[in-house]
Structure formats: structure tokens, C-alpha cells
């Protein structure tokens, strides 16, 4: 991961540094990966990596890896004074995994179904994917 120009992007100099120390946890908590905000530790649901799609894995790395950017910076990951899709530290992370997504020659339309998730509200997905630029029909 540290080749990947989006994480390089995310850390600059520290990348090794960063992800040298970076704790991964595997777990049956959630369906996906999502950073622990009280020790800085990347939760990976086993279940997730054993069948999830690799490009949405993938993409979802640099995504949580731009969290623990965030946390690092002293950033709320989890301010809940704004939705999923309109929170700024989740825009500013998809941000970072459609570049790359775009950069190894995803789709749009592929893009727009890594978006969607299914406890995202339509109107919600259609609210992400304008804030990130990536056009979804
Ligand atoms: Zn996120």
C-alpha cells in the first residue's frame, strides 16, 4: 500500500512510518472495515475480506487509511452533527479512493456502484456522489 500513490498522497514522508505502525484488527463487527476512533486501530471484518470484492477492498483501504489521517490530525471521525454522506472527513475519504479508483481505469458506472451501499438512502448516494464529483444516474 504504500507504493499507491493515494496513500502517499494521505501521509507524504510518513507513509512508512504510518502504516509500519498502523494496528489492523480482524473482526465479526460490521460489514466492512471502519477505523476504531479511541486507539487509531483499522477494523477489518473477516467475513469482508474472506468475500468481499477486491476492488472495493481495495478502494475501501485507502478510504480508512485517509481516516487515520484524520485521526491523526485530531479530526471527529464520527461528528454527529452531519449525515453519513454530507460529513466532511467521509467526503474528503472517498475523495481519495475515487482518484485512485479512476486512476486504475474504473468505470463511472463502477464507481457509482462502489458508492452505493445499502444502508445508504437513495437520496443520500445521490448527495455523496455529487459532493465527490462522480456523476451516478
Ligand atoms: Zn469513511
Known amino acids: 500500500m504504500e507504493k499507491v500513490e493515494a496513500v502517499r498522497e494521505?501521509?507524504?514522508e510518513r507513509t512508512e512510518e504510518v502504516l509500519e505502525n498502523l494496528r489492523i484488527e480482524f473482526t465479526s463487527v460490521g460489514g466492512y472495515m471502519f477505523v476504531n476512533n479511541s486507539n487509531g486501530h483499522l477494523m477489518i471484518s473477516s467475513k469482508y475480506l474472506r468475500n468481499g470484492d477486491k476492488i472495493d477492498i481495495y478502494l475501501d483501504l485507502i478510504h480508512e487509511l485517509v481516516h487515520i489521517k484524520q485521526l491523526m490530525e485530531g479530526k471527529e471521525l464520527f461528528d454527529?452533527?452531519?449525515?453519513y454522506t454530507e460529513r466532511p472527513t467521509e467526503i474528503e475519504a472517498y475523495c481519495y479512493c475515487i482518484k485512485e479508483a479512476r486512476r486504475i481505469g474504473l468505470s463511472e458506472e463502477r464507481i457509482c456502484c462502489y458508492l452505493k451501499t445499502e444502508?445508504?438512502?437513495e437520496p443520500d448516494f445521490k448527495q455523496l456522489a455529487k459532493s465527490v464529483n462522480v456523476s451516478c444516474f
Open 10 to 12: 494521505t501521509f507524504g
Open 80 to 83: 454527529i452533527h452531519y449525515g
Open 119 to 121: 444502508w445508504m438512502s
